[in-house]
């Protein structure tokens, strides 16, 4: 890519795009979000190929401008969401539900990984999702390896937490 051959970026977004939307779905919660933060990671990469340093793995370096760009998302989200009232009723209406299920346990799983606070669940996603090693996660993220392990540590008990209650209230 750096040599002009501008179609082998394909072969980039073809090997990062599934890990990038995973990653983005599950910060952001909807597809539309993850898509378009997805699209934007990669066209930023694409523009900044000449900056990337092999000191860092590709995926970190990658991983570093997906979790920016979520980060933005999330607020700006946050603003639009503040601007306008939403009316629960007609969204919940209005809402589609899937027409297979995954299993309950998934599903509940799911709900408490978005529950999570959204630095502890980035941290998670980056470390049990992703399986980034901590130097990996701190390239990416900004912040230091002891405060990522920390986050790790704490939205996994607050997600074996959540899950007992809900295995508690289940019997």
Known sequence: V????TAAFTTIVDRHAAACTRFALRMLGTREDAEDVT?????RAYRSLARYEERQTFRT????????RCRTAAV???????MFLVDDAAVASASVRP????TELRAELQRAI????????EAFLLKHVEQLSYDEMAAATGVGVSALKMRVKRACD??????????DVGT
């Open 2 to 5: 750096l040599e002009g051959d």
């Open 39 to 43: 699209q934007d990671t990669f066209l």
């Open 61 to 68: 370096w990658l991983f570093q401008i997906l979790v920016n």
């Open 76 to 82: 700006r989200r946050q603003r639009r969401h503040r």
């Open 99 to 102: 027409v297979a299920e995954s």
């Open 114 to 121: 978005a529950a999570l606070d959204p630095e502890q669940r």
């Open 158 to 167: 607050r997600l074996q937490w959540m899950l007992r209650e809900v295995s």
